[in-house]
């Protein structure tokens, strides 16, 4: 580390405090006697990933979170959802150890956890990551969702709206008709 102010390689460190997410050093140079501030932070080590082609590149959370946004577009899951869900799978990657890691097993915990989600969250992403080999493939797998007994964790927020607006235009489709038949009785 060197001075800020005259480059000087050498300093003392004159107060540490824990910062967060790291640690926040006061320094002194012993050149100049300027003081500084500097941060750590733990960085996890890297992680590549393998993909299909056999090329690695190095894990990209932005790609990843990209990747799952667009399988959850305009569904009706609570904020934060998405970024909960790639941060979970973060830790869970960091966690393992692993210096490499397949895109395979990556794609297996997304698709995994949008299965308890959101279905159609989880059919638009597994059918661009597992590639359906055709309809008859993908009708299985709708057919075994709609089998499965388990209910997704989070309701959809839909559903509930459909009868009201139902009930709503028949409401109104009644007022007209009264009306209609009032005018009628005037007449
Ligand atoms: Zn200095």
């Known amino acids: 580390m060197n001075c800020p102010y005259c480059g000087h390689a050498e300093d003392k460190v004159i107060d540490s405090r824990e910062a967060g997410d790291g640690i926040r050093r006061r320094r002194q140079c012993l050149g100049c006697g300027s003081r500084f501030t500097t941060y750590e932070r733990l960085q996890p080590a890297s992680l590549f990933v393998l993909k299909k082609d056999e090329r690695r590149e190095e894990f990209d959370r932005e790609k990843l979170l990209a990747g799952i946004r667009k399988a959850c577009e305009k569904r009706p899951l609570p904020t934060g959802t998405v970024d909960k869900l790639v941060d979970d799978i973060e830790t869970e990657l960091y966690q393992g150890g692993r210096a490499e890691i397949a895109s395979d097993v990556i794609g297996d915990m997304v698709i995994e956890r949008l299965k308890k989600l959101d279905h159609i969250a989880y059919i638009r992403f ?3 990551y597992r590639e359906f080999a055709d309809i008859t493939t993908l009708k ?3 057919d075994t969702l709609l089998g499965a007994e388990t209910e997704p964790s989070i309701p ?5 709206l459909l009868p ?3 009930l709503a235009v028949k409401g109104r489709q009644a007022g007209q008709k009264k009306g209609r038949a009032r005018t009628g009785s005037r007449r």
């Open 126 to 128: 597994a059918s661009v």
């Open 140 to 142: 299985e797998e709708v």
């Open 156 to 160: 959809s927020n839909q559903l509930p």
């Open 164 to 166: 009201d607006e139902e």
